[in-house]
């Protein structure tokens, strides 16, 4: 899957654009935090990365391939949870495997412990908090070993401590291997989790640098006014 390299992506509805000629390298490894102020884009990349949205142009390369078979998934702001217990709603991620049942509950109950719901497995999903909501979304989405996650605002609605338990997940599913792109309008939680930082606004990407020098040194001026709080938080088209 990795190197992924995008060249002038582009989303372009009603010619509007949203993405304005993209060009990324990912590498296999870390956690990269998408940036900017609302309107630049970055939910959208995320979407169209995974799949969801058909670009209007360019290319993504997935390690040489078209696009990944599977090993992606993504997780919103506001996570989708089923009508049923918290353990189905995390088992049925390893549905599509074709994993047995019995074993997809073990599994599941693995899962549930390291996120810290094991006690919550026999309770509706829809009951939970909004913290422990984003944390079985987590748990779905960690259970199925993908090599890229894409979260997309993950804590944006949380209390600090639902948000300090969500990063604690956030950096094990690193640990284990997964390769994590997240959006943020947190700056701190940007500094405590990133490893690298992209930049967006109006649809382009205006760097792509190590975390600490992207804070110390911003090489664009929009980047520089962003992380000082003086960039319009919304931009018009």
Excluded: Y
Excluded at 9 to 22: A, E, K, S, T
Aim: with cysteine.
């Amino acid at each position: 899957m990795f190197p992924i390299r995008v060249r002038d992506l582009r989303f372009q509805p009603n010619g509007r654009p949203v993405l304005d000629g993209i060009d990324l390298d990912i590498a296999d490894e870390g956690i990269t935090l998408v940036l900017g102020p609302n309107g630049a884009g970055k939910s959208v990349l995320l979407r169209t990365l995974c799949g969801l949205i058909a670009p209007t142009g360019g290319t993504m390369d997935w390690g040489g391939g078209a696009r990944p078979e599977r090993g992606v998934m993504m997780v919103f702001q506001h996570p989708m949870m089923l009508r049923s217990s918290v353990l189905d709603n995390v088992a049925l991620a390893l549905k599509p495997q074709g994993v047995a049942r019995q074993q997809r509950h073990l599994r599941a109950m693995t899962i549930l412990e390291r996120v810290g719901l094991a006690h919550r497995s026999t309770d509706s999903a829809r009951q939970l908090s909004g913290g422990e909501q984003q944390r079985l979304a987590l748990a779905r989405a960690w259970l199925t070993r993908p090599k890229l996650l894409l979260l997309d605002e993950p804590t944006a609605s949380l209390d600090p401590s639902a948000t300090a338990e969500v990063e604690r997940i956030v950096r094990e599913i690193r640990t284990d291997g997964t390769r994590i792109l997240m959006t943020t309008h947190n700056l701190g939680q940007a500094t405590r989790l990133g490893d690298d930082v992209i930049f967006m606004s109006a649809g382009k990407v205006r760097e792509h640098s190590p975390l600490q020098r992207f804070f110390a040194r911003p090489s664009s001026e929009e980047a520089r006014l962003f992380i000082q709080g003086e960039l319009p938080w919304r931009l018009n088209f």
